[in-house]
């Protein structure tokens, strides 16, 4: 039963602002909620999480239920996939360091509410997922824990009911400062409970049903939705297909056999966690920063009773969740699901690599540039100032490839990430397939769709961050 809460709808602490960033060192914690069992996309997503398990400390994978699983819970299933990564981790060592061993990671195999929604939480309902994600918040740390969630969330619904039955209010507001949460829509009625009993928490959604009708506007399905939900036009499918998948996933070693074909899309839960790979877009500081798993705003959708991260935004000003993409057709698309479609080939093919190594030795495989850009090496964002008029110089001939293969550049502006507030910033670009590129701030607010005065047209020679 759900037990009643009355006393602690208004929290001490403010939410944290739309404005900040994560900024810490080291690399991004997660905790994995799944109904995996229930259909072949999140056993998809698991394989290639354990192939970035060198690059995120993963804290706890948590089977759950959802709406379309709702009596049942298949931790076994992680337990599988582990040991299969288990017999690959000597050759993934020979391309990177800090991959854990699988003792470790079955270790953190735990299961969630057995039973759906709010229904299955309560003072009598408390499991070891639960505790699981209670005990990895309350971990000393300076980086947040990412809560990935891959189907229903009420098994976050029953910790965050269990630190608040048993904790004054400063250590819950303490509690969930540390909490980032991306959910893909929402999979039972423990979503929007949480998002109205705890207005602060860090939240990325796209609010829906838990029926999945509203799927077809997320921005998640942009990873593969192209053609079940028709809404992903411009996007190249051929990296998404069973075929593909076969040719480069499936048919090496023990982990690709483990890698099922899809029924309704490939790897729908996977963005809740693609932004949290090191790939230099650093999303998962700020989610408006966009990355492989989508970008989002901060903004109060309809129905809720606060702003959370989401999709939308003022389409005037242009300062919206959208992305303006030029397809595989040379056509200039703008969506939500673009935001993640567009970098397509970029983690597909960093996946199909990673997958060689599991079965090849250093020599046979490819490997990402090390990338230096102005003296600083590795893939923190860089911030520089300028104002409008100042040429500024964006030098990565310093970079190098650690394979030998001859390096290509390519720098673009993602207009849409540099939003402040209601502006967007104006720059041009030279020396975009070079090694060394100019970058130019010809103003502070690029034209709206009606010629007016605001505050755009008064900011004329402003500082400006670049990132």
């Known amino acids: 039963m759900v037990q009643p809460v009355v006393c602690f709808l208004m929290l001490a602490a403010a939410a944290i602002p739309a404005e900040h960033a994560d900024n810490f060192s080291g690399k991004p914690r997660m905790v994995v909620v799944s109904d995996i069992g229930n259909e072949p996309d999140d056993q998809m997503s698991l394989v290639r999480l354990l192939l970035y398990s060198n690059e995120i400390d993963i804290e706890g994978l948590v089977a759950s239920t959802s709406t379309w699983q709702k009596t049942a819970v298949h931790p076994e299933t992680m337990r599988a996939l582990i040991q299969a990564y288990g017999q690959v981790r000597g050759h993934l060592l020979l391309h990177a360091q800090g991959w854990p061993t699988s003792a470790d ?118 990873i593969s939705g192209d053609k079940y939900y028709r809404n992903a036009a411009g996007a190249n499918f051929d990296s998404v297909t069973n075929e593909w998948l076969d040719t480069n996933i499936r048919s090496k070693g023990p982990l690709g056999k483990l890698y099922p074909r899809f029924a309704f899309i490939m790897e729908g839960d996977t963005p809740s966690y693609l932004s949290l790979i090191d790939n230099g877009l650093n999303a998962y500081r700020r989610p408006d920063w966009g990355g492989w798993g989508g970008r989002y705003v901060f903004r109060q959708p309809y129905g809720e009773t606060h702003p959370i991260w989401t999709q939308g935004g003022d389409l005037f000003s242009r300062v919206t969740s959208q992305d303006s993409v030029r397809g595989a057709d040379g056509k200039i698309y703008v969506s939500d699901q673009s935001t993640i479609w567009r970098w397509r080939d970029a983690f597909q093919n960093d996946f199909a690599a990673r997958m060689t190594w599991t079965i090849s030795d250093y020599a046979h495989a490819n490997h990402n540039p090390i990338v230096e850009v102005n003296g600083m090496k590795g893939t923190a964002p860089i911030f520089l100032e300028t104002e409008v008029g100042q040429p500024l110089t964006l030098d990565a001939s310093g970079s190098h490839d650690p394979d030998g293969q001859m390096l290509h550049y390519h720098w673009f502006h993602y207009a849409e990430a540099g939003g402040t507030g209601t502006a967007l910033a104006e720059v041009t670009l030279s020396g975009a397939d070079t090694a060394k590129a100019t970058v130019t701030a010809t103003a502070t607010c690029r034209p709206q769709w009606l010629p007016i005065t605001g505050p755009c047209r008064q900011r004329e020679r402003r500082t400006s961050s670049w990132r």
């Open 105 to 222: 990671l079955d270790a953190k195999v735990f299961t969630g509410q057995t039973a759906y929604g709010m229904a299955a939480t309560g003072r009598e309902h408390m499991s070891e997922g639960a505790a699981a994600i209670i005990r990895a918040a309350d971990r000393k740390d300076e980086r947040p824990l990412w809560v990935s969630v891959w189907g229903g969330v009420n098994t976050l619904a029953q910790a965050l009911m269990h630190v608040r039955e048993t904790r004054s209010r400063a250590e819950v507001d303490a509690f969930i400062e540390k909490l980032r949460v991306y959910s893909i829509s929402d999979q039972d009625d423990a979503g929007p409970w949480i998002r109205r009993e705890f207005p602060n928490l860090f939240y990325i959604v796209e609010p829906s049903t838990a029926t999945g009708g509203e799927y077809y506007y997320a921005t998640w399905t942009g």
